[in-house]
């Protein structure tokens, strides 16, 4: 099992930044794939980022990209996800997720930690 928890949410006006963190433990090595979901809502879950465990790739949705910035330290077994120019559409729970390289689906979930961005 892979314990996850987020942190570093809050209440930010529009153009602010925030940094979110994730933390990991447990068995860590099913971690391979780090992974940034949001859900707004009435909204589905979606998509933010995602970084691989040695944190030489990541990856963005369109919607974030150029914005948002996953970054790994593998000695905290920590992910961060450093938001900036963020819009009232990024209001969202955010949840980060992890997987192995095996799998198509993420296995561990946190609990989530709210980000709400004032116009």
């Known amino acids: 099992q892979v314990q996850l928890v987020e942190s570093g949410g809050g209440l930010v006006q529009a153009g602010g930044s925030l940094r979110l963190s994730c933390a990991a433990s447990g068995r860590t090595f099913g971690s391979d794939i780090m992974g940034w979901f949001r859900q707004a809502p009435g909204k589905e879950r979606e998509f933010v980022g995602r970084i691989n465990r040695n944190g030489g790739m990541s990856y963005y949705s369109d919607t974030v990209k150029g914005r948002f910035t996953i970054s790994r330290d593998k000695d905290k077994n920590t992910v961060y996800l450093q938001m900036d120019s963020l819009k009232p559409e990024d209001t969202a729970v955010y949840y980060c997720?992890?997987?192995?390289?095996?799998?198509?689906?993420?296995?561990?979930w946190g609990q989530g930690t709210q980000v709400t961005v004032s116009s």
């Open positions: 997720a992890a997987r192995n390289y095996a799998d198509t689906e993420y296995g561990f």
